[in-house]
């Protein structure tokens, strides 16, 4: 086991493709943890062992690939670049004590670096770079490095950096001891303008190391060099601090350059008991605590078919395979069965987990990601992950009819893994309704769906709540009846119908004088014609905003019913409606969308053809605009991928119902078409 003080925990970030899974791979195969280096393009990387990911040639889920080097081990979670997975990034910060942002030497910064920035940024965890593929033709690591400083600031310095031939790397220097070596590993001199850089660079980090204490800053300004103790100190709280994002670089499928990260990680990483506390779930936060009593937090959940692993960090005491402990949500005790270390797909089993370390225990069936386990009133439940509102809304149905179940017992287990989507049964317009982040994470969904519980689906627009009103006030003669031996049926009303604003349900009011319709069928009108509202005249869709009134008509002392006044006061509707001018409403949503500054006319022009209404802009700070705006419902089905081609992906935003306003003429006439299409299909 190792202590608190042994273990470093890191998280990689940064755009799809860049890297981060050849980085993890190359730190597990240079300290002995594989023998072969994994490669994407094989299928058989340690981090990427999903199906899903295999077949896709991307990471889905975030991984734990332990490192051991030199009596530390360092545990990297290796984090999906693409948007649609941001769920697994959310859960691996939690635990996490800083964070690696992987780029290429190639490419630069790209929007994944900057949401990656953010996520650390907002989590105020400590940054760290890698910039890595430094052997691609057309790399530079200078150029990167000037753009991560013109973008992040000056706290951005690198502790080494590559040796260039033209326009290739030969070596690399490090910035502390300022040797160099070649791509082999030998010893290398240092040539000029490797030398001149170096004093440049040494000068940043000079500058950043005096800026975390008095003390260093006075010896800094008297001229004086920092003995090695004070640079590794000073290092670290800067680091700790964000005053220092350092930059790293090499190139993970050589190996070059990732041995000198796993030690530079080792020497300046946060251990646990270091790193920033853990928001407690009511007020306060608590540090990791080797000597507290034992306590655990969920932060992912996988499935395989020998059952449900729970993937957790310990923040207290040590965890062992023998203990009882208290789910802090539900209050049930939990006895810990086999405990194992994970790395990728792989569970070693152990019989304790120490303080700081994470692990997966299995068969807690009743635990779901998030959640606290500790000792019964000793332990505070852990706040849990907070995940973006999924956006991206479709109707799922069965591909064949009679699996909804098989799907929808699907959808539960894979949202035990995945918290990040929702999906619901749709009272109004009869749907189960996915909602996720895009149309990738959506895909990928329906695959595990086929695949893992053998449930074929298919994704179709949802239907939008439309609804139906009246703008002329009508008075009707509603008339029911039959006879057909021995009693009949007879029911006669007078009706007025007209619109209003007090509710969308519709009120009901009677005016009758002198007994012409007996106040025992008041409820039974009342009863038809809220039936009868449920569909309206147009386009089936539910009449709202109406006021109904009964003011006069007849009965027959035998053959009068609830029955048959239920059905006059249908009658009534049926033709009173039409005359009323019905019109059609639709759901208008607020709108909350944040984008780049160089991308507002696109996102406005884009919202007008959308029929939206921008109500205001607000700066939100680093180049971007909140655009608020009303828009319809109906118009927003494919915004999230709209949104992302017009932002390459920057661009993110919320929804929020208001309010029903009646739909233009133009438009009415294609959504009446629709709504009878649909109903000939059911």
């Given at each position: ?266 020497k300046y990483a946060p251990n646990p008991a270091e790193g920033i506390p853990m928001a407690l779930a009511e007020e306060g936060e608590v540090k990791v605590t080797p000597d507290g009593a034992p306590g655990l937090f969920v932060f992912k959940t996988m499935s395989d078919k020998y059952g449900k692993n729970s993937f957790f960090k310990v923040f207290s005491g040590t965890v062992s395979s023998d203990l009882s402990l208290v789910n802090t949500r539900t209050g049930d005790s939990e006895k810990i069965g086999r405990l194992f270390l994970p790395k990728g797909k792989k569970y070693t089993e152990t019989t304790s987990i120490s303080c700081g370390d994470i692990g997966v225990v299995s068969k807690l069936s009743s635990v779901r990601t998030g959640d606290t386990l500790g000792q019964a009133g000793k332990i505070a439940a852990i706040a849990p992950m907070q ?296």
């Amino acid at each position: 086991m190792y202590t608190v003080q042994q273990i470093r925990n890191i998280c990689l970030l940064g755009h799809g493709g860049d890297g981060k899974s050849a980085l993890g791979e190359s730190m597990l195969y240079m300290t002995k943890g594989t023998d072969r280096l994994g490669k994407r393009a094989d299928g058989n990387t340690v981090s990427d062992f999903d199906a899903e990911e295999i077949k896709r040639g991307y990471s889905i889920s975030a991984a734990v690939l332990p490192v051991e080097h030199k009596g530390t081990k360092i545990n990297v979670l290796d984090t999906p670049g693409y948007f649609a997975f941001a769920g697994e990034v959310v859960q691996a910060l939690r635990v996490v004590d800083a964070g690696l942002i992987v780029l290429t030497a190639k490419n630069g910064v790209a929007v994944g670096t900057e949401k990656s920035w953010d996520y650390l940024e907002n989590a105020g965890l400590p940054a760290m770079f890698y910039v890595s593929k430094l052997d691609e033709e057309h790399a530079s690591f200078f150029k990167v490095y000037d753009s991560l400083r013109a973008t992040f600031g000056s706290a951005v310095v690198a502790l080494n950096f590559p040796v260039m031939q033209g326009d290739k790397a030969v070596g690399l220097v490090d910035l502390l001891s300022q040797t160099a070596h070649d791509m082999a590993g030998k010893p290398m001199a240092l040539p000029a303008e490797a030398a001149s850089q170096c004093e440049t660079l040494r000068h940043q980090l000079d500058e950043a190391v005096a800026e975390t204490s008095d003390e260093l800053m006075e010896k800094y300004f008297e001229g004086e060099p920092f003995t090695d103790e004070e640079l590794l100190g000073g290092i670290r709280t800067a680091i700790l601090q964000r005053a220092l994002c350092p930059v790293f670089c090499g190139c993970a499928m050589t190996g070059v350059g990732t041995m000198e990260l796993i030690e530079n990680l080792v020497k300046y990483a946060p251990n646990p008991a270091e790193g920033i506390p853990m928001a407690l779930a009511e007020e306060g936060e608590v540090k990791v605590t080797p000597d507290g009593a034992p306590g655990l937090f969920v932060f992912k959940t996988m499935s395989d078919k020998y059952g449900k692993n729970s993937f957790f960090k310990v923040f207290s005491g040590t965890v062992s395979s023998d203990l009882s402990l208290v789910n802090t949500r539900t209050g049930d005790s939990e006895k810990i069965g086999r405990l194992f270390l994970p790395k990728g797909k792989k569970y070693t089993e152990t019989t304790s987990i120490s303080c700081g370390d994470i692990g997966v225990v299995s068969k807690l069936s009743s635990v779901r990601t998030g959640d606290t386990l500790g000792q019964a009133g000793k332990i505070a439940a852990i706040a849990p992950m907070q995940y973006a509102t999924p956006v991206y809304k479709m109707a799922i149905y069965a591909k064949t009819k009679g699996q909804e179940d098989k799907i929808a017992n699907g959808l539960a287990k894979l949202n035990e893994e995945d918290c990040s989507f929702t999906y619901y049964n749709d009272a109004e317009t009869k749907e189960m309704v996915l909602a996720g982040v895009g149309d990738i994470h959506l895909d990928v969904l329906l695959s595990k769906l086929k695949n893992l519980y053998n449930a074929e689906a298919e994704l179709r627009p949802i239907r939008i709540a439309y609804r139906e009103t009246i703008k002329k006030r009508v008075e009707v003669h509603g008339r029911h009846k039959k006879q057909s031996g021995g009693h009949g049926q007879f029911g006669d009303v007078w009706i007025r119908f007209e619109p209003q604003q007090e509710s969308e349900e519709m009120v009901f009011a009677e005016e009758v004088v002198g007994g012409a319709v007996p106040k025992n069928f008041f409820p039974s009108v009342e009863k038809g014609l809220r039936d009868a509202v449920q569909k309206g005249v147009l386009a089936g869709y539910p009449l709202v905003f109406l006021k109904a009134t009964l003011y006069d008509g007849s009965y027959h002392p035998v053959d009068s019913s609830d029955m048959a006044f239920q059905t006059a006061a249908k009658v009534a509707y049926k033709e009173g409606i039409p005359t009323a001018m019905p019109t059609l409403l639709e759901p208008i949503d607020t709108l909350k969308v944040t984008v780049p500054d160089a991308n507002m006319g696109d996102v406005i022009g884009d919202l007008n053809k959308r029929r939206g209404r921008v109500m205001g802009m607000n700066p939100a700070g680093k180049g971007y605009q909140v655009v608020e705006a009303e828009v319809p419902e109906g118009e927003m089905s494919t915004y999230v991928i709209d949104l992302r081609a017009m932002t390459q992906g920057r661009g993110f935003f919320s929804l929020e119902f208001a309010r029903y306003e009646e739909v233009p003429a133009m438009n009415q006439g294609k959504i009446i078409e629709a709504a009878k299409k649909l109903e000939e299909k059911d």
